[in-house]
């Protein structure tokens, strides 16, 4: 792995952690899982999807332990996993989108040379 790349993940899994401490604190009437999406994507667009993957899994995770610490709104406990498994779901896809963002835009500053002479 790149040591960009180390730093950008680093950079990822912390926002990840603020986020989780965030939401424990929050209590169960609120979760703020959207924010999740940012250090996804992130970590997608700079270092890969695997890394985006890892990041979209661990996100996740936070959340279940999180809502297990905490609380959550839902009636039953599987009705949090099911919604959990969803945002987590919704993660993965961000993670793909953002990834090929970056293929596509490799491919593209190869094609046209440098990224400020491609057309807009």
């Not at 899994?13 to 703020?32: R, T």
């Not at 498994?85 to 835009?105: D, G």
Request: one cysteine or more; a positive charge; proline letters at 4%.
């Amino acid at each position: 792995m790149k040591r960009h790349c180390a730093r950008r993940l680093a950079v990822s899994l912390a926002a990840m952690l603020a986020i989780a401490i965030f939401d424990a604190n929050l209590g169960s009437e609120l979760s703020p899982w959207v924010a999740y999406v940012f250090p996804v994507a992130f970590a997608a667009r700079y270092c890969g999807f695997v890394a985006g993957v890892v990041c979209a899994c661990l996100s996740g995770t936070l959340i279940l332990l999180v809502g297990s610490y905490a609380g959550h709104p839902y009636s039953s406990f599987s009705y949090f996993v099911f919604g959990t498994a969803s945002q987590t779901l919704a993660f993965l896809e961000v993670a793909w989108l953002a990834s090929r963002l970056s293929n596509l835009e490799a491919t593209l500053s190869k094609a046209w040379g440098s990224p400020s002479v491609a057309p807009r």
